[in-house]
Protein backbone atom coordinates (compact mmCIF):
# COMPACT_ATOMS: atom_id res chain seq x y z
CA UNK A 1 0.00 0.00 0.00
CA UNK A 2 2.00 3.48 -0.72
CA UNK A 3 2.05 6.63 1.26
CA UNK A 4 -0.10 9.46 1.77
CA UNK A 5 -3.88 9.58 1.19
CA UNK A 6 -5.53 6.76 -0.33
CA UNK A 7 -9.39 8.14 -0.32
CA UNK A 8 -10.79 11.09 0.19
CA UNK A 9 -14.12 11.62 0.75
CA UNK A 10 -16.33 15.08 0.52
CA UNK A 11 -19.53 15.72 2.00
CA UNK A 12 -22.47 18.51 1.89
CA UNK A 13 -25.00 18.87 3.48
CA UNK A 14 -26.52 21.92 2.89
CA UNK A 15 -28.94 22.76 0.07
CA UNK A 16 -28.83 25.94 -1.94
CA UNK A 17 -25.08 26.53 -1.40
CA UNK A 18 -23.64 27.64 -5.40
CA UNK A 19 -20.69 25.66 -6.70
CA UNK A 20 -18.46 28.79 -5.63
CA UNK A 21 -19.02 28.90 -2.03
CA UNK A 22 -15.70 26.71 -1.63
CA UNK A 23 -13.70 29.52 -3.52
CA UNK A 24 -12.30 30.71 -0.18
CA UNK A 25 -11.04 27.16 1.01
CA UNK A 26 -9.44 25.94 -1.75
CA UNK A 27 -7.54 29.96 -2.04
CA UNK A 28 -6.53 29.53 1.40
CA UNK A 29 -5.19 25.67 0.35
CA UNK A 30 -3.30 27.55 -2.89
CA UNK A 31 -1.99 29.85 -0.27
CA UNK A 32 -1.08 27.32 2.21
CA UNK A 33 0.83 25.98 -0.67
CA UNK A 34 2.35 28.45 -2.12
CA UNK A 35 1.38 27.48 -5.58
CA UNK A 36 1.57 30.84 -7.59
CA UNK A 37 5.26 31.64 -6.15
CA UNK A 38 5.98 27.63 -6.66
CA UNK A 39 4.95 27.81 -10.03
CA UNK A 40 6.96 30.64 -10.79
CA UNK A 41 10.22 29.25 -9.46
CA UNK A 42 10.57 25.51 -11.07
CA UNK A 43 8.39 26.20 -13.97
CA UNK A 44 9.78 28.05 -17.08
CA UNK A 45 7.17 27.62 -19.95
CA UNK A 46 7.45 29.57 -23.56
CA UNK A 47 3.98 31.08 -23.23
CA UNK A 48 3.83 35.04 -23.63
CA UNK A 49 0.97 36.72 -23.52
CA UNK A 50 1.08 40.59 -23.16
CA UNK A 51 -2.16 40.85 -20.34
CA UNK A 52 -1.58 37.64 -18.20
CA UNK A 53 1.39 35.77 -16.33
CA UNK A 54 1.59 32.36 -17.69
CA UNK A 55 1.50 31.51 -13.49
CA UNK A 56 -1.73 33.43 -13.19
CA UNK A 57 -2.96 31.47 -15.98
CA UNK A 58 -2.13 28.23 -14.57
CA UNK A 59 -3.44 29.10 -11.57
CA UNK A 60 -6.58 30.16 -13.25
CA UNK A 61 -6.68 26.97 -14.62
CA UNK A 62 -6.22 25.27 -11.23
CA UNK A 63 -9.39 27.00 -9.62
CA UNK A 64 -11.57 26.60 -13.44
CA UNK A 65 -10.95 23.13 -12.76
CA UNK A 66 -12.09 22.69 -8.90
CA UNK A 67 -14.66 24.29 -9.67
CA UNK A 68 -15.94 22.14 -12.75
CA UNK A 69 -15.93 24.39 -15.33
CA UNK A 70 -15.97 21.38 -18.26
CA UNK A 71 -15.89 24.23 -21.57
CA UNK A 72 -13.66 26.96 -21.65
CA UNK A 73 -16.93 28.81 -23.26
CA UNK A 74 -18.43 28.92 -19.85
CA UNK A 75 -15.71 31.09 -18.21
CA UNK A 76 -17.52 33.97 -20.00
CA UNK A 77 -19.89 33.94 -16.80
CA UNK A 78 -16.71 33.40 -14.11
CA UNK A 79 -14.19 36.69 -15.52
CA UNK A 80 -17.16 39.07 -15.35
CA UNK A 81 -17.77 38.12 -11.06
CA UNK A 82 -17.06 41.28 -8.96
CA UNK A 83 -16.22 38.56 -6.17
CA UNK A 84 -14.03 35.91 -7.70
CA UNK A 85 -10.79 37.55 -8.35
CA UNK A 86 -11.10 38.36 -4.22
CA UNK A 87 -11.46 35.03 -3.88
CA UNK A 88 -8.94 33.73 -6.13
CA UNK A 89 -6.00 36.15 -5.47
CA UNK A 90 -5.87 36.96 -8.66
CA UNK A 91 -6.48 40.63 -10.14
CA UNK A 92 -8.40 39.45 -12.87
CA UNK A 93 -9.33 36.29 -14.12
CA UNK A 94 -8.83 35.26 -18.04
CA UNK A 95 -11.71 34.32 -20.05
CA UNK A 96 -12.37 32.36 -22.79
CA UNK A 97 -10.01 33.19 -25.29
CA UNK A 98 -6.88 34.17 -22.61
CA UNK A 99 -6.93 30.29 -21.66
CA UNK A 100 -7.43 28.62 -24.81
CA UNK A 101 -4.12 30.70 -26.21
CA UNK A 102 -2.67 29.43 -23.24
CA UNK A 103 -3.72 26.08 -23.51
CA UNK A 104 -3.18 25.28 -27.05
CA UNK A 105 0.26 27.12 -26.82
CA UNK A 106 1.85 24.46 -24.45
CA UNK A 107 4.72 22.62 -26.04
CA UNK A 108 5.32 18.79 -25.04
CA UNK A 109 7.82 20.39 -22.73
CA UNK A 110 5.99 22.47 -21.09
CA UNK A 111 3.16 19.46 -20.22
CA UNK A 112 6.62 17.33 -18.83
CA UNK A 113 7.80 20.95 -16.74
CA UNK A 114 3.96 20.63 -15.43
CA UNK A 115 3.78 16.88 -14.79
CA UNK A 116 7.07 17.20 -12.95
CA UNK A 117 5.65 20.12 -10.47
CA UNK A 118 2.56 18.27 -10.08
CA UNK A 119 4.69 15.49 -8.67
CA UNK A 120 6.97 17.64 -6.53
CA UNK A 121 3.51 19.45 -5.26
CA UNK A 122 2.00 15.66 -4.53
CA UNK A 123 5.16 14.96 -2.30
CA UNK A 124 4.90 18.39 -0.62
CA UNK A 125 1.34 17.61 0.14
CA UNK A 126 1.35 13.36 1.02
CA UNK A 127 4.57 13.48 2.98
CA UNK A 128 4.19 16.23 5.69
CA UNK A 129 5.59 15.16 9.19
CA UNK A 130 2.12 14.87 10.90
CA UNK A 131 -0.21 13.19 7.96
CA UNK A 132 -3.47 13.39 9.02
CA UNK A 133 -5.57 10.48 8.52
CA UNK A 134 -9.13 12.50 8.92
CA UNK A 135 -10.40 16.35 8.38
CA UNK A 136 -13.83 17.25 9.42
CA UNK A 137 -14.76 20.91 8.66
CA UNK A 138 -17.98 22.30 9.90
CA UNK A 139 -19.42 25.11 8.56
CA UNK A 140 -21.86 27.31 10.30
CA UNK A 141 -23.56 29.92 8.58
CA UNK A 142 -26.25 32.54 8.83
CA UNK A 143 -29.40 32.11 6.13
CA UNK A 144 -29.92 36.19 4.39
CA UNK A 145 -33.03 35.85 1.73
CA UNK A 146 -32.04 36.46 -1.26
CA UNK A 147 -35.01 37.99 -3.65
CA UNK A 148 -35.36 36.06 -7.13
CA UNK A 149 -33.95 32.94 -8.11
CA UNK A 150 -30.31 33.62 -8.31
CA UNK A 151 -28.57 30.38 -8.27
CA UNK A 152 -30.65 28.40 -5.40
CA UNK A 153 -29.71 30.17 -3.11
CA UNK A 154 -31.32 31.17 0.34
Known amino acids: MGKGIQ ?8 KG ?15 SLNLLRFYQT ?5 HRNTYYHWSDLLLSHFYF ?14 KYNGLLPQLT ?4 LPGTRAMRDFL ?4 SQDLSQIQRIHD ?8 YPNVLTT ?11 VYGNQELAE
Request: aromatic letters at 12%; glycine letters at 8%.
Open 7 to 14: KIKFTCGE
Open 42 to 46: YLRLS
Open 65 to 78: TIAGIERLNHLTSL
Open 89 to 92: GLPM
Open 120 to 127: LIRQKMFL
Open 17 to 31: LTFLAGFPIIYQFAK
Open 135 to 145: AILDFDSSVLT
Open 104 to 107: LGLT
